[in-house]
């Protein structure tokens, strides 16, 4: 289901935000699409604090592990084999 969503602009910024659309051969409405779009997907989907609590959590565990340059080897191994 669409939704109506009303901004509310001075003149000079509307006039900016259509010669933008006309610029691209958008609609106003499309154009505003568009940047709220580009907008959304800069915002992070999750808040700072509760990522950096899970890299603290993270960190209280003790996994095995293998020796880096061993493991960095096999890496690129993998990134020069011919095998898919």
């Known amino acids: 289901m669409s939704k109506r969503l009303q901004v509310v602009l ?30 959304r997907r800069s915002v992070p989907g999750t808040a700072a604090k509760k990522k950096l609590a899970v890299v ?18 096999e890496i690129e191994r993998g990134y020069l084999s011919e095998e898919p």
């Open 56 to 73: 603290r959590s993270a960190t209280h565990h003790t996994f095995p592990s293998g020796d880096v340059g061993q493991m960095l080897r």
């Open 10 to 39: 001075d003149d000079a910024e509307l006039v900016e935000i259509q010669r933008a659309a006309r610029r691209e051969r958008l609609t106003t409405a499309e154009w505003v699409r568009q940047a709220l779009r580009v907008a």
